[in-house]
């Protein structure tokens, strides 16, 4: 796979909370230099990047980074995103329902942003190092019987990131119509072309266009 192809998965990302306006424009003007799939960024910086970069497909975080925020906060954050110009959102579900058994809640609240999400594709964060192999699996139901587009492993935030095991685990048990992403964790080109052969149609990244612009 060339170094092209590869960015043709890459979400290049900056969701460090300290990051200025600078440093996004700099992640934006990447993206749309290298053709990476998307540049993700923060809510905040969704109108100035649209303003900025008229053809870059933009991404952004909603929930994030901890998922706990009511449904309609989640709902209210999507609209404004969407408003703005962003192209797919990227949300984190409530690990408190997951604990709790709660999996009609999850997926009613998948379900709610895809609607508001229309044909923009919504990309569902699962945070997998919290989760049992059981809850791992019962999510991939949940993501697919709610319509989403994605389940994505990590926010890049928790304890712990991507690893390939879970990529395997959600190919064997999500619907034909769910795509996988991986974030978290996956910095050399090595680690690249294993997620991507593993099965990822997506990887959030920071380092990937570091990595192979040269």
Known sequence: MTDREILSHIDHTLLKPWADWGQMKEVCREALMLETASACIPPVYIARARAAFAQLNLCTVIGFPLGYS?????????????????????????LTD????????????IRTLKQICGAHILKVIVETCYLTREEKIALCRVVTDAGADFIKTSTGFGTGGAVLEDVHLFREHIGPGVRIKAAGGVKTREDLLAF????CDRIGTSSAVSLLKG
């Open 196 to 199: 991507l052969e593993a099965g």
């Open 70 to 94: 009511v449904t309609e906060a989640k709902a209210a954050e999507v609209r404004r995103a969407l408003a703005e110009g962003c192209n797919e959102i990227d949300m984190v579900i409530n």
């Open 98 to 109: 997951v604990k709790n058994g709660r999996f009609d809640l999850v997926e009613s609240e």
